[in-house]
C-alpha cells in the first residue's frame, strides 16, 4: 500500500492529512477553497470593522466538491487571516432531477437517473449541481 500524503509532507504522520488515492482531489479543494475565500474577503472589505464568525457553503452532490476537504483547505486560509476565530458550515445537497417526459421532480440516489414515475431517461437537473457561498455571519 502506497504512502498517505499529508498536509505535513511525512507519508506517515498521525496529523489529519489528505487520504490515499485522493492528492488530485485536495488540489482540487484548494483551488476552490481559494475562489470561496476571495468572495469572502470581498465581501469583508464592505464590513469594515467588523468580524467575520461563519462562512456557510452549500455543496451539491454533483457540484465536483469533496466537502471535508473543501473544509480543510477552507479552515486553513481562516487560520492565517484576520479571523482565525472563523468557522466553515458546509450544507450537503443531494441532486435533483426533473423529468422532461412527465415533469415529476425527484432526487437521484446512488446515481440512479430513472425517473421514479415513468421510468424515463431524459432528465434534467434542477439542484445539487453547485458550489455556493450561502453566507456569511459577521459581528
Known sequence: MPPTLNTFGSPDSPRRGFREGRVEEAVH?????????????????????????TVDLV????SGADPESLEFALAL????SAWPQARVR???????????????????????LVCP???????????????LLESLEVE
Do not use: K, T, Y
Open 117 to 131: 414515475g415513468c421510468g424515463g431517461l431524459d432528465v434534467d437537473p434542477v439542484r445539487g449541481q453547485q458550489l
Open 77 to 80: 486560509l481562516i487560520a492565517e
Open 29 to 53: 479543494e484548494v483551488a476552490l477553497a481559494q475562489a470561496v475565500w476571495r468572495q469572502v474577503l470581498s465581501e469583508m472589505e464592505r464590513q469594515e470593522g467588523r468580524r467575520l464568525v
Open 59 to 62: 455543496a451539491g452532490a454533483w
Open 90 to 112: 458546509i450544507r450537503r445537497e443531494p441532486l435533483a432531477l426533473v423529468c422532461r417526459a412527465c415533469g415529476r421532480e425527484f432526487e437521484a440516489e446512488d446515481l440512479n
